[in-house]
């Protein structure tokens, strides 16, 4: 609508107004990454980890058995998944670019690829004792930590409930939910919560909702350079982890409490995590840095792997 500086100089001074509106106690920080045309798939081996001949390791945790990968060298950074997402669900090049200076351990969820369900109810605390089960069977006293989407939500619980074993975190295109978030449209919620079809049919229904229609349309052969999701997810551990979404009660009120680093980082075209539930973030927590990436959806990471990865390995960097 309006020509690319005209819209810059808008969007600047809208944020300009919000801080003085926000007054001293927010720290209300944006920046607009302006990435058109970045490659969303390596092109040389060199640019990516190769997750595949990675070995998988599983370690006993309360009553679950957890599937892990770990490499890299460096400080410890966890990365926590999304909805229905397997450990090798992340971008090639952030995972890359993490092991560069980091030890990177990734993970399946409860009920999710080779980790069993165990007996313990399916919820987002439940996720976040989980995953400090599985630092402290690893013998790490201390990670960074980042969660997209579900995996926000378990950050946010793993920071406020176990704040000594968490760093930097970092919480990409997710929410405090509760009755103060902002939900996606009706028109989102029915496709995500559809249950008919298999588990696998249910991932790939709403696999399109992750990016824009106009990004879609520039890259038709994008869901080729997506790691693959296997049948690795059975229907009732999917309900089980759906529900643990639409249940949880959320944590607007309790951010205050949260002391650590915190970068938040979201698309503007994210349909299922609003931006709008960022922002509520980013005010939420003290201190916060947010980062908004024009574009993109709710996987961001996928499209503009270079300005996602620079962003947050820049955050991480001591």
């Known amino acids: 609508m309006f020509p690319n ?40 081996e060199s640019d ?9 390791n599983v370690v006993r945790v309360g009553d679950i058995d957890i599937a892990y990968k770990m490499f890299g060298s460096g400080t410890p950074v966890l990365l926590i998944n999304e909805f229905a997402a397997p450990m090798d669900f992340w971008d090639p ?16 969820n409860r009920g999710i690829g080779n980790t069993t369900s165990g007996e313990k109810h399916f919820s987002i605390k439940q996720f976040a004792n989980d995953t400090a089960g599985l ?11 980042i969660g997209w989407s579900m ?58 909702l992750l990016f824009p229609l106009k990004w879609r349309t520039q890259n038709v052969d994008y869901l080729k350079s997506i790691p693959k999701i ?44 609003v931006p709008a539930n960022s922002v509520l973030l980013n005010e939420r927590i003290p201190g916060s840095r947010l980062v908004q990436i024009e574009g993109g959806g709710h996987g961001l990471m996928f ?7 620079r962003n947050v390995n820049d955050f991480l960097s001591p």
């Open 230 to 273: 296997p049948n690795v997810v059975s229907d009732e551990a999917l309900n089980q982890q759906l529900n643990a979404i639409i249940d949880w009660p959320g944590t607007c009120n309790q951010l205050a409490n949260v002391e650590h680093p915190t970068l938040i980082i979201v698309g503007t075209e994210d349909v299922f995590a």
């Open 93 to 108: 090049i952030l995972l890359k670019e993490l092991s560069t200076n980091h030890t990177v351990i990734v993970f399946d």
């Open 48 to 56: 990516f980890i190769d997750m595949i001949n990675i070995k998988t």
């Open 151 to 208: 995996g926000g939500m378990i950050v946010q619980e793993l920071a406020l409930a176990y704040p000594d074993i968490v760093g930097r975190l970092v919480i990409s295109s997710s929410t405090c939910g509760g009755f103060q978030s902002k939900p996606p449209t009706q028109e989102v919620l029915m496709l995500y919560a559809n249950p008919l079809g298999s588990s696998l049919e249910k991932i790939h229904r709403f696999l399109p």
């Open 5 to 44: 500086n005209t819209f810059m100089i808008v969007i600047v001074l809208i944020v300009l107004f919000n801080i003085l509106l926000s007054g001293p106690d927010i720290n209300f920080t944006i920046i607009f990454a302006l990435s058109n045309g970045e490659k969303h798939s390596p092109t040389r």
């Open 135 to 145: 630092l402290e069977a690893l013998k790490i006293k201390k990670a960074d930590v």
């Open 303 to 309: 499209q503009y792997p270079d300005t996602f990865s």
